[in-house]
């Protein structure tokens, strides 16, 4: 196969398995980001390369938005929103953050392709992405190895959200721009 029909192939995974998202988990995700003082994110390996494209947007926008285990991240508080993307929702690193952060009471937002795993369980709100996690790669969801199907569909699923917000708190991209780095 070319890498063309490839990229149709992908295409379509994508566009199949968020198709089958519900917008009402979505939509309340919103919700809890807009009424968020801070927003962390968290993500392991590929996972945590679209958080970090996320909180960028947020930043963009003008949310307090963090990514986890960077040194400028402050502390998280009762009144902040834990945005954890794990396909398994099994990874350790990412099951002790969640449980620290259920701890302090904030508001815990899992994305995953498991909604019954440890950080889903712990999850305030779950929002389940129906695609292929790595441990399954013979399961027949996607012709891509591993959690690629679940990464990408995340960073779609994240870019959505930005545009639900910018949607609801009136915000468009020429406001964006200006919060654009300028040092490069």
Known sequence: MIVTAYTQEILDELKHTLSLMKDADAENLVDAILNAKKIF??????????AKAFVMR????????YVVGETVTPNLEADDLFIVGSGSGETGSLVSMTAKAKNI?????SITTNPTSTIGKLADLTIEIPAQAKAHSGSGKSIQPMGSLFEQSLLLFYDALI????????SHSDIMYGRHANLE
């Open 41 to 50: 994110v968290a993500g392991g390996g590929r996972s945590g390369f679209m």
């Open 58 to 65: 947020m930043m963009h926008i003008g949310l307090e938005a």
């Open 105 to 109: 009471g904030a508001t815990i937002a």
């Open 163 to 170: 545009l639900s917000v910018m949607e609801k708190s009136d």
